[in-house]
């Protein structure tokens, strides 16, 4: 993202008094030239912002970044990192050699700054998706667990755990497809839908603007190209991409009359206790 692109999105936000927060992702979103200046600008512009930096932790450990830390505590950044599993071997497994070491390390760093440490106000939520084809488990019982072993083991402390639906897009549609369980995922995502967690998804109250200012519904049809203002063909094999853009707009009540995309891939989002 361009520092343009960057100060368009900062100018629709002042101009939309109903938002209340900026969730900025992207790998590792903290590397892009224009992160510290959005934080820094929407800080000052919505002192009661909350802004949510997507961190994958390894990040802290960046050349250039030992800073990092304390930026985001002088700007009162709520931090949300992915940890798939308290154990080195499947954090190892999915993410990469040495990747749970320096993430274990990346939280202890945290905690002595006061992020998860009870009344400083400085918010450390943690996030699992599971490591194959199922649903996640109840929410309330594994974040138990995983606060029970990151303190007996660790001695780290943070505030939420959120369990996220692995979605049948891109890479992970492209694993299950390889071993032929494409299909039977769907089928589980199908027959676990809930409708009760409808009310709360994205889709509903989030709009994601990718790089270059296109705007999506959610995240997931931005990996796919679904575009807010773009539209399938009757066969729903081609996507016309005529799609809004932040320059498009002035204020996010501009997009109060377009019409949500879905597809198959909405049921990751519905399944069991709802991912969004």
């Known amino acids: 993202m361009t520092i343009e692109t960057a100060d368009k999105c900062l100018e629709i936000l002042r101009h939309s008094p109903t938002v209340t927060t900026l969730d900025i992702t992207g790998g590792a979103p903290e590397l892009n030239q224009a992160f510290r200046h959005i934080v820094t600008k929407a800080r000052k512009t919505r002192p009661d912002l909350d802004i949510i930096d997507r961190c ?29 599993c308290y154990s080195s071997k499947n954090v190892n497994t999915q993410r990469g050699s040495g990747v749970f070491d320096r993430s274990i390390s990346a939280l202890l760093a945290l905690n002595e700054k006061g992020y998860g440490q009870p009344n400083s106000g400085l918010v450390l939520d943690l996030v699992y998706n599971p490591l194959g084809a199922f649903l996640p488990p109840p929410q309330e019982a594994l974040e138990e667990q995983y606060k029970a072993e990151l303190s007996e083991n660790f001695g780290i402390v943070f505030n939420q755990l959120f369990t996220m639906t692995n979605m ?25 839908f809930n409708s009760e967690t409808v009310g709360t998804l994205m889709c509903k109250n989030t709009v994601s603007v990718n790089y270059d200012g296109a705007l999506f519904d959610c995240d997931f049809n931005q990996q796919l190209g679904l575009s807010i203002g773009g539209s399938a063909d009757d066969d729903n094999s081609v996507w016309n991409t005529n799609s809004k853009t932040v320059f498009d707009i002035s204020c996010l009540d501009d997009l109060s009359k ?19």
């Open 56 to 84: 994958n932790l390894t990040v802290v450990h960046e050349p250039g970044q030992e800073d990092l830390i304390d930026f985001l505590v002088a700007n009162r950044v709520h931090i949300i990192a992915s940890l798939p």
């Open 258 to 276: 377009e019409e949500i995309n879905f597809d198959n891939h909405c049921y990751g989002c519905t399944a069991g206790m709802g991912s969004s």
């Open 168 to 192: 049948p897009v891109k890479r992970f549609a492209d694993f299950l497809h390889r071993r032929k369980e494409l299909g039977g995922y769907m089928d589980l995502l199908v027959k676990n």
